[in-house]
């Protein structure tokens, strides 16, 4: 399939997303099956969660990643929406009732309020098994390095290195105090994991070498936590509007965030912190580093 929206060159992450929401959306649109489809129900719910309206920062970061080191967009694009595939599991999963219990997710009904909990646990389960597929499939690029890319994704989805370990860690630290080091661990895994390995996958894709990808998975790493510290501090900071889901919940299940551990300001001074390390790593890498470093920027001060 060609792609009918073109990723520009630009250095404005603003713009970036918009064209990349444009063209994932597209591709997305095609991958997963139809409503009119057997299971109609499944497949509603799938469409319901995935067309909601998520920023696409992770297949964003990969298709900036890769168009960074060089890639063909194309080669990049099955890769970039498995991503988004898996996010989207994971955030069907993580409002049920039996893990952070939400009714609300991108300003609408979550997936197992408008279809039932039976069917949101279906709904992610077939997103998860899609993603791989997604991969497994992508006639553009050689075999070998789509067994790369499915063990990258599957290790920083998984545990004891990925999204799940850190979910279950989380679920642990309910009301309970945690240390500073438990805090990042979880946040490192829980969201920093599949952020890590987005930018991963775009320079794999492109082919870069092993200094570029250490540079990269070290920005990366930052950029993870970066963007979770900004969504802890906005879950205090943030109105419903703003979010889109519902504010102040962490506080109320007493999860472990960084205002909670440290307070507003010494959160807001990790924030800087965190973005002068991804912005550093980047100046080992010999490329133009101006989108990603945008990319920082944006999830610097991002208001929802």
């Not at 609300?104 to 408008?114: E, N, V, Y």
């Not at 990925?162 to 642990?172: F, I, N, R, S, T």
């Not at 500073?180 to 920093?192: F, M, S, V, Y």
């Not at 390995?197 to 794999?204: E, F, Q, S, T, V």
């Amino acid at each position: 399939m060609t792609s009918v929206v073109n990723i520009p060159a630009a250095t404005d992450a603003h713009q970036f997303f918009a064209s990349c929401r444009s063209l994932i959306d597209y591709k997305l649109d095609h991958l997963i099956p139809p409503e009119t489809e057997a299971p109609a129900q499944v497949h509603a719910a799938i469409r319901w969660s995935v067309f909601a309206g998520g920023k696409r920062f992770r297949p964003a970061l990969l298709l900036a990643t890769g168009r960074t080191f060089g890639a063909d967009l194309e080669d990049l694009l099955r890769t970039a929406c498995a991503l988004e595939l898996i996010h989207t599991y994971s955030l069907i999963h993580d409002d049920l009732p039996s893990m952070d219990d939400d009714e609300l997710r991108r300003g609408r009904p979550t997936c197992h309020i408008k279809f039932g909990e039976a069917t949101a646990i279906l709904a992610g389960d077939a997103l998860q098994a899609l993603a791989f597929q997604t991969i497994a499939e992508d006639a553009r690029l050689a075999p070998a390095l789509r067994v790369q890319l499915i063990t990258e994704i599957a290790r920083a989805a998984a545990t004891p290195e990925g999204m799940v370990a850190g979910q279950a860690l989380d679920l642990e630290a309910e009301s309970r105090d945690v240390s500073g080091q438990e805090l990042e661990r979880i946040h490192r895994l829980k969201t920093g994991a599949l952020i890590r390995a987005a930018a991963r996958c775009g320079a794999i894709i492109a082919g870069a070498n092993q200094d570029e990808l250490a540079a990269i998975t070290e920005y990366a790493a930052n950029l993870g936590l970066l963007f979770q510290i900004t969504d802890d501090l906005l879950d205090v900071t943030s109105t419903v509007e703003d979010l889109g889901k519902t504010p102040g919940k962490d506080a109320r299940s007493r999860k472990a965030t960084y205002p909670a551990l440290y307070g507003i300001e010494a959160t807001r001074a990790r924030l800087k912190s965190e973005h002068r390390a991804a912005c550093e790593a980047l100046e080992r890498i010999d490329r133009s580093p101006e989108l990603l470093r945008s990319i920082a920027d944006f999830i610097l001060q991002r208001q929802a």
